[in-house]
């Protein structure tokens, strides 16, 4: 009955150890929390400036998949849903619906392999990309190096 007794505090240590070194971590690392911070930039023709507005990115489920919603005023969420990716540089962005369709670039041009890429992408999903907007990235930003 002892050897039993010691048997199952053993394995129940091991267990127990086993469930929780999964989820612990050094002592002093923190980890970061679970929102992005997005910053949209653009510049307004009629004041001759460039204007930015800060929101925030949260992922809907699993870390891993890029459905997000944004918040850029008060407490009003947007889908916000990374479709496709290339280099960590270009992003094709689906929204809520087929209404809402962002192509974002890290780079003032995209290089036009990506670009008819993604506009093949977001026709195969159902957006009319005649629709698209393309801006003329021809003003210095704050943001330029």
């Known amino acids: 009955m002892k050897n039993r007794i010691i048997l199952t505090l053993l394995l129940s240590f091991g267990l127990l150890n086993g469930l929780t070194s999964c989820s612990s971590m050094p002592e002093k690392a923190q980890p970061v929390d679970g929102n992005v911070n997005v910053v949209n930039s653009g510049y307004n023709f009629k004041k001759n400036e460039w204007v930015s507005v800060n929101g925030t990115a949260k992922f809907r489920g699993e870390k891993n998949i890029a459905a997000l919603k944004v918040c850029f005023f008060g407490p009003f969420y947007a889908g916000y849903n990374v479709v496709a990716l290339e280099e960590y540089k270009y992003a094709l962005v689906a929204g809520k619906n087929l209404?809402?369709?962002?192509?974002?670039?890290?780079?003032?041009?995209?290089?036009?392999?990506?670009?008819?890429?993604?506009?093949?992408?977001?026709?195969?999903?159902?957006?009319?990309?005649?629709?698209?907007?393309?801006?003329?990235?021809?003003?210095?930003?704050?943001?330029?190096?």
């Open 99 to 145: 209404d809402y369709l962002w192509i974002l670039s890290r780079e003032k041009t995209i290089p036009e392999n990506i670009r008819q890429n993604f506009i093949s992408k977001a026709q195969a999903i159902g957006y009319d990309t005649s629709k698209l907007i393309w801006v003329k990235q021809d003003k210095k930003s704050p943001f330029d190096k």
